[in-house]
T-cell receptor
Framework: NAGVTQTPKFRVLKTGQSMTLLCAQDMNHEYMYWYRQDPGMGLRLIHYSVGEGTTAKGEVPDGYNVSRLKKQNFLLGLESAAPSQTSVYFCASSFQSGRYNEQFFGPGTRLTVL | AQSVTQLDSQVPVFEEAPVELRCNYS??????LFWYVQYPNQGLQLLLKYLSGSTLVKGINGFEAEFNKSQTSFHLRKPSVHISDTAEYFC???????????FGPGTSLSVIP
C-alpha cells in the first residue's frame, strides 16, 4: 500500500516552459487536492476534486490547470511557468471531504522556475 | 472569512521540557480543527482533530490540544518533548459547511538535546 505518491520529486523549469505533476493514490479516496507550500505561508489550496471527472478551484488557482480522468490520479499542469510558481507542491487525498476527514499527503514535488 | 494564526513561527525547547504551540482562528460559524505535523522532507501527517464533543483532544505521539470556543483557540501541548518531535506543525480549520481546509503558516519546533 503506497498511499499517495507524486512524480517527479524535483524539477527545474525555465520561464514559459510547461509541465505536469502526477499524483496517484491507492486508497480509493474520493477527494484529492493540490497545495503549494511557501515559507511563512503554510499550505494554500490550488485546486481540488470531489470525485472522478470533477475539479474545482481553490484559493490560488491562477496559472494552473488540473484533471481527474481516473479516480486514483490527479494531474496538476503548468502551461507557462513563472518564477512565482517556484514552490513545493503537495498532493493529498481523503476518503470523503477533508473538512472533517484526515487528509493523506504525498512526499511533495520541489519545483524551481528560473 | 476563515483565517488561522500561529503566533510563534519558531519554538526552541529543551528535550523533556513541556511545550505549547499556539493556534487561533477566525470564523463566525462552527468549525472543525486539525493539527498536522511535517517531518523534514516529508508530507504532512495528522496529529489530531476536533470535530465535536470533548474539548480536550488526544492525538498520536503524546500530543493533545484543547478547543476553546470563546477564545477561538486550539493550542497544541505535549508534557515532555523528545528529539524526534523536531518538525513543522500546522494548525488547520474548516467550517462545517465549507468544503475547504485553511492551514496556518506553521510553527517550527526545535528540540534541543
Amino acid at each position: 500500500n503506497a498511499g499517495v505518491t507524486q512524480t517527479p520529486k524535483f524539477r527545474v523549469l525555465k520561464t514559459g516552459q510547461s509541465m505536469t505533476l502526477l499524483c496517484a493514490q491507492d486508497m480509493n479516496h474520493e477527494y484529492m487536492y493540490w497545495y503549494r507550500q511557501d515559507p511563512g505561508m503554510g499550505l494554500r489550496l490550488i485546486h481540488y476534486s470531489v470525485g472522478e471527472g470533477t475539479t474545482a478551484k481553490g484559493e490560488v488557482p491562477d496559472g494552473y490547470n488540473v484533471s481527474r480522468l481516473k479516480k486514483q490520479n490527479f494531474l496538476l499542469g503548468l502551461e507557462s511557468a513563472a518564477p512565482s510558481q517556484t514552490s513545493v507542491y503537495f498532493c493529498a487525498s481523503s476518503f470523503q471531504s477533508g473538512r472533517y476527514n484526515e487528509q493523506f499527503f504525498g512526499p511533495g514535488t520541489r519545483l524551481t522556475v528560473l | 472569512a476563515q483565517s488561522v494564526t500561529q503566533l510563534d513561527s519558531q519554538v526552541p525547547v529543551f528535550e523533556e521540557a513541556p511545550v505549547e504551540l499556539r493556534c487561533n482562528y477566525s470564523s463566525s460559524v462552527s468549525v472543525y480543527l486539525f493539527w498536522y505535523v511535517q517531518y523534514p522532507n516529508q508530507g504532512l501527517q495528522l496529529l489530531l482533530k476536533y470535530l465535536s464533543g470533548s474539548t480536550l483532544v488526544k492525538g498520536i505521539n503524546g500530543f493533545e490540544a484543547e478547543f476553546n470556543k470563546s477564545q477561538t483557540s486550539f493550542h497544541l501541548r505535549k508534557p515532555s518533548v523528545h528529539i524526534s518531535d523536531t518538525a513543522e506543525y500546522f494548525c488547520a480549520v474548516s467550517e462545517t459547511s465549507y468544503d475547504k481546509v485553511i492551514f496556518g503558516p506553521g510553527t517550527s519546533l526545535s528540540v534541543i538535546p
